[in-house]
Structure formats: structure tokens, C-alpha cells
């Protein structure tokens, strides 16, 4: 089997073995080690000058790193990736920014990552690049005469054209885009709106039969791929770990009190402002739950340097210290936020502990969240869960109760009705639930995504041709189908 190289803006600081490592990163680490491999991004690590790829062994895995300089970092970084992109890809175009400085630095650390990883390239390897950091990182690799087959996942939503259209080079990102051989979404919606971007836009031409796409002078398959998570080993986590002293600590203060879970990185796109409203709503609308229900928010911070994030931290705080000045007892607090990360099975187990997930961003991927929340309950006592139609979890989640995050009393009312959801229908849902969780578990996503990739692989006679073509600077490419 050829080998497979994984790229990713970070790479996945796993340790083996460790518990806290997230679902995701278990997920390809096992491909790697099934095939051998090279897991290759940056080190995390802002350096003087950026130096190659640091190397470290471990069985059959390679972890390559590289540092960046504090230029690269503050233009494709915190910049054009998640000053530009991110909110965009989020529908939030008014959070977005563009600067060309930033835009170049993005391309300029593109092409050089993508140097980088070249030196340690083998003829038959694949390689499958992460998320919205890296669109434009098959192209740099094509300049470069590499002609391996290259697969790109993308974690966030991509939005409709209109919306893409408004960051300036949308086109050059697309036609970069195209470079890849296989272009995999959270959700049919994400791909249709990258179809219909590339089909009305750009005149490409897309087969529904095979799911291959010729478009600026190119041959690529284009899939939906919802990832998934490992939910039976996550079961077992929350039922171990609950036991633990600070689940046991939470079960205590709350003495009878109903729970709320709600767990995401502190980012706008997650809706927590509205969702700290829907709650006040129900406490407003419905004043037998004062003192009987708790909102229970983990939020750790993230991208604090970037200043749309310092905003929604303030405005946050401020939310949960008003809504608790106005309804708090001396014994019960509505809202405890906590800014801070707590480990992984810990959460799982703080999930089982509660009656409500509540889960409820603006717009995302899919939010793995959701689908943890679910599969850590009791199957003889589940939790209900609340979750946005903004989530590409949603598609997955039939037994969820399902939202309008900007409809604050259809929220509230949500809450309610999961508060008191009686027994056998909570039960139903989690089995309707717990079964789709099953069949697309990690590993269904992982091998479906590299299944398509190595049929690519396999109708190699393309690549080379396509690499010439690229390297002259023409669109004039066609590629044979890959088989789908
Ligand atoms: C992107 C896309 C897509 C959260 N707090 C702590 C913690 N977490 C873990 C959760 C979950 C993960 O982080 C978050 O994943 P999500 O999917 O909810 O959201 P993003 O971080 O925005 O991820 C998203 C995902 O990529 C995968 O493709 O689903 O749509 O935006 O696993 O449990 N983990 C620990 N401590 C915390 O305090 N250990």
C-alpha cells in the first residue's frame, strides 16, 4: 500500500495513548500507522527563521514539523485564515476582513510549506491535506513538478456563491481548489454550494453519476464525507470517567437541579450569545424552572490574538454576568461559564450527567460535539438534545430536537420541551440516534475519503499530464476520469 501523508495547519499534538487526544486526530493517526506515513504542518512554534521540516519517528509514523516566522503567522495565520476565511466560510462577511498583504502571505507560506514537504516526497505516496489553511496547497505543490494524487477535506462549511464572492481572489482560490483530485465536504449542502460556485461561475462541468467535476482545465471528484466519531468507545468513556472528582462535585451542587450541557471553542460562529438568550427566555417565560435548571457553558478560548474573538469573549462575559444578576439566588447560579479546558473523557462524563445538550451554532461543519453529547448518554436514561439546522450534524441527528439559533423563543421552547421529555421518548431518540452514529463512524469517513483518493491513484497516467500543464501556465489540462 502506498504511503499516506497527511497534512494539516497543526499537527495533531497526540501522544500516544493519552486520553485527551481528540476523536479526529485518533482517527488519521490510525490510518498512518496502517499504511506508514508522514504527518506534516506547523510546530505551533513562531521562530526566527523557518528552517526544514523537524522529524520524529514514531513505528511506521513520521510527525514533520516546521515553525513559522512571526510574519508568516500574522499574515496566513491569524490573518487571511481566520481574519478572512473563517468568518467568511461561516456566512459572517461582516466579520471578515481583507488586506492583500495578508492574502499574499497566504500563498507565500502555501508555496513554502509545500517546498518543504516536496524533500520528503516518495513517487507513489498520497497525500491528504486539512481544511481551509491549505486550499490553495495542491497548486504549490503542482508548480513544483509533484504529481502524486492529492485530497483535500474541508472541516467548515463552504458557503453559497454569493457569499464566496465577496473575498476578492475568490476565483484564484477555487481554480486552486481544482488542483486537488479529491475535494470532500462536511455535507451535500457544502459541496452543492462549491458546485454550484465552480458550475455557474466558472462554466465547469459536474456528473452526478460518478461524482467528477472538469473545471478550469481539470479532472476531480467531488464527495460529501460527514465525519464521524468512534461512538461506542466514547460510551465507555463517559460511564468510566464519571466517577471522577470533579463530575462528582458538579452531581453534588446540583442537588436534584436539571442540567444543561453545552461544550464548544470560544468562537462567534458557535452562537453562544444566543443561545445565553434562549435560556434567560425560558427563565423569563417559564419561572417554575428559577432554581431548577442550570446552564452549565465550557467555552475555552482560542484565537485570542485575533480580535473578533476578544470581542465575543467580552461580550459573552457580559451576557452571563447580566442574565445571572437578574435571575440568581443565593443558592443557584442560571449560568456557569467557564472559560477554560477540561479533558476529553472528563467532558464525556459531564455529558452523561446532564438531561439537556444544547448545542446550537450559527453555521458549522458539523460539529462533533453534538454527536458526542449523544453518544455519551445512558441508553436507559438519555439526555435530549437541542442542536441547531446550522450544524452539519444535523443531517445525522434525527432524533435531535432541531432549531432556528436566530429564533430565540423557538430555542426556549425547545428547552422546555427537552426538559420534560419523558423517559420512552427519550429513549427512542437515542436509539434513532446511536444507529446512524454507528454506521458512519470515524473510520467510515477516513476510509471512504482515502478510497476515493487511491482509485485516483490508481488512474495515475493522468497526473503527469496535468503537472506539465500547470507548470505552463495554461488551463488547457484534461484528465481522464479517476474512477469514482
Ligand atoms: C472543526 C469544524 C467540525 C471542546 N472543548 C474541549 C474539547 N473540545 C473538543 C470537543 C470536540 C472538538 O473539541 C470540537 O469539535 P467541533 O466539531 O465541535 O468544532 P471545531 O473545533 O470548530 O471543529 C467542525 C470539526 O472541525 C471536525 O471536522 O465538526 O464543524 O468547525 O471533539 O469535544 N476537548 C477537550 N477539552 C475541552 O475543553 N479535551
Redesign the pocket.
Known amino acids: 500500500m502506498s504511503r499516506l501523508i497527511v497534512v494539516s495547519n497543526r499537527v495533531a499534538p497526540i501522544q500516544e495513548g493519552k486520553p485527551?487526544a481528540?476523536?479526529?486526530a485518533i482517527g488519521v493517526l490510525d490510518a498512518l500507522k496502517e499504511s506508514g506515513g508522514v504527518w506534516f504542518g506547523w510546530s505551533g512554534e513562531i521562530v526566527g527563521e523557518s528552517g526544514a521540516p523537524v522529524l520524529e519517528n514514531s513505528g511506521k509514523v513520521t510527525y514533520a514539523t516546521v515553525g513559522l516566522t512571526r510574519r508568516d503567522y500574522d499574515q496566513y495565520y491569524r490573518g487571511f485564515s481566520n481574519a478572512t476565511l473563517w468568518p467568511t466560510f461561516h456566512y459572517r462577511n461582516d466579520l471578515s476582513r481583507f488586506d492583500r498583504e495578508e492574502y499574499a502571505g497566504y500563498m507565500r507560506v502555501n508555496a513554502s510549506l509545500a517546498a518543504k514537504l516536496k524533500t520528503l516526497l516518495k513517487p507513489d505516496d498520497i497525500i491528504w491535506v486539512h481544511d481551509y489553511h491549505m486550499l490553495p496547497f495542491a497548486q504549490e505543490l503542482r508548480k513544483l513538478g509533484v504529481a502524486n494524487p492529492i485530497g483535500f477535506f474541508l472541516?467548515?462549511p463552504f458557503p453559497v456563491p454569493e457569499i464566496m464572492r465577496t473575498v476578492p481572489p475568490h476565483e484564484e482560490l477555487i481554480a486552486a481548489m481544482c488542483q486537488y483530485d479529491v475535494v470532500g465536504f462536511?455535507t451535500d449542502n457544502d459541496k452543492q454550494s462549491f458546485l454550484d460556485y465552480v458550475v455557474r461561475t466558472s462554466r465547469g462541468h459536474y456528473n452526478d453519476d460518478d461524482g467528477m467535476l472538469q473545471a478550469f482545465g481539470r479532472m476531480l471528484k467531488v464527495g460529501a464525507y460527514p465525519?464521524g466519531i468512534y461512538p461506542d468507545a466514547i460510551a465507555k468513556a463517559a460511564e468510566q470517567f464519571g466517577n471522577r472528582k470533579p463530575v462528582k462535585t458538579l452531581r453534588d451542587s446540583m442537588r436534584g437541579r436539571k442540567l444543561i450541557m453545552s461544550?464548544?471553542?470560544l468562537?462567534y460562529?458557535k452562537g453562544l450569545v444566543e443561545r445565553f438568550q434562549a435560556f434567560e427566555r425560558l427563565l423569563l417565560n417559564a419561572p417554575g424552572w428559577h432554581g431548577r435548571v442550570s446552564l452549565v457553558q465550557?467555552a475555552?478560548p482560542t484565537r485570542s490574538d485575533v480580535q473578533t474573538y476578544q470581542r465575543i469573549r467580552q461580550t459573552l462575559e457580559g451576557e452571563a454576568g447580566r442574565i445571572n444578576g437578574r435571575f440568581a439566588q443565593l443558592d443557584w447560579t442560571p449560568i456557569q461559564y467557564l472559560n477554560?479546558?477540561?479533558?476529553?473523557n472528563l467532558?464525556m462524563a459531564l455529558f452523561r450527567l446532564s438531561q439537556v445538550g444544547y448545542v446550537t451554532p450559527l453555521r458549522?461543519?458539523?460539529?462533533?460535539?453534538a454527536k458526542?453529547y449523544v453518544a455519551s448518554q445512558d441508553p436507559a436514561d438519555p439526555g435530549a438534545l437541542v442542536l441547531s439546522q446550522f450544524?452539519?450534524?444535523a443531517d445525522q441527528l434525527p432524533g435531535a430536537l432541531v432549531v432556528n439559533p436566530f429564533d430565540l423563543s423557538q430555542m426556549s421552547e425547545a428547552l422546555e420541551r427537552a426538559l420534560s421529555m419523558p423517559l420512552a421518548e427519550r429513549q427512542a431518540r437515542h436509539a434513532d440516534m446511536m444507529a446512524p452514529l454507528r454506521e458512519n463512524n470515524l473510520s467510515v469517513w477516513r476510509d471512504s475519503f482515502l478510497s476515493d483518493l487511491r482509485s485516483v491513484a490508481t488512474a495515475t497516467s493522468v497526473t503527469e499530464k496535468t503537472v506539465q500543464t500547470v507548470k505552463q501556465g495554461t488551463t488547457e489540462a484534461k484528465r481522464p476520469a479517476a474512477k469514482a
Open positions: 485527551s481528540g476523536g479526529l472541516h467548515i462536511q465525519i461544550v464548544d471553542r468562537d460562529s465550557i475555552p477554560r479546558k477540561y479533558e476529553r467532558l458549522d461543519g458539523m460539529n462533533l460535539v458526542e450544524a452539519g450534524a
